[in-house]
């Protein structure tokens, strides 16, 4: 009796090398997806002893990864800045994300009509101050504020100082607009706020939540814990 080809020992040799080859490429490319970060280099934490902040990194890498056109590199490094940044200053990264997102789409190189520059579009004149306060000793000019790192240093710190000045997040926003003197001046004055800006950033600040709902905590730079939304 002919028995199967299929039943031979070669044949089924060539079967399990087949299967063995198909689940090396499989592995191999879920290797290439998984995004180079300085957890896996060769003095950095493995997997298994990631903790909440680096957690935090690698979801706010998704968003700025996402967004802009950065090189996997300087993605991580501006994830790190916004998370460090917005630790110190007590505010919520994925409203940092918004405030970028609505002032120059993730551009390090954007110029508003008003000499606005970078990814959270600060004023030279404001930045200078905020250099100055903040004692960054790399600011050389308007031209620095085309680092989107040093630019978010800035930019956080500039939120922040509106948020403790004015105690509320809609008119620290809208401040962080049209500046501090003319919400102050409105103010005042009684006269109505414009705070299409403020919506347009916690519109977008939702969004960001929701699209990752999961409360993550997060320890700021007093030893503290936050809950944000990442």
């Known amino acids: 009796m002919m028995r199967k080809i299929s039943n031979f020992p070669y044949f089924q040799n060539l079967k399990h090398r087949g299967a063995a080859m198909i689940l090396a490429l499989a592995s191999l490319l879920l290797l290439l997806l998984i995004p180079t970060h300085p957890l896996g280099g060769e003095n950095g934490r493995g997997i298994a002893e990631m903790d909440d902040t680096d957690a935090a990194t690698i979801k706010i890498y998704s968003f700025v990864s996402r967004r802009g056109g950065f090189d996997k590199g300087l993605a991580w490094s501006i994830a790190d800045v916004i998370l460090e940044e917005s630790q110190k200053h007590s505010l919520d990264p994925l409203l940092v994300l918004a405030v970028i997102e609505v002032e120059s789409r993730f551009r390090p190189r954007a110029v508003s009509a008003q000499g606005a520059r ?113």
């Open 118 to 230: 970078g990814l959270m579009q600060i004023r030279p004149f404001v930045a200078t101050a905020l250099a100055g306060a903040a004692d960054i000793e790399n600011w050389t000019g308007k031209e620095s504020l085309d680092n989107p790192i040093l630019n978010i240093r800035l930019g956080v710190l500039y939120l922040s100082q509106l948020k403790q000045n004015f105690k509320d997040l809609k008119l620290a926003l809208t401040a962080y607009n049209l500046g501090p003197t003319e919400v102050r001046s409105r103010l005042g004055e009684r006269e109505p706020i414009p705070f299409g800006y403020a919506r347009r950033v916690l519109s977008i600040h939702r969004i960001y939540q929701s699209q990752d709902s999961r409360a993550q905590k997060i320890p700021s730079a007093k030893g503290e814990t936050q809950a944000f939304n990442l």
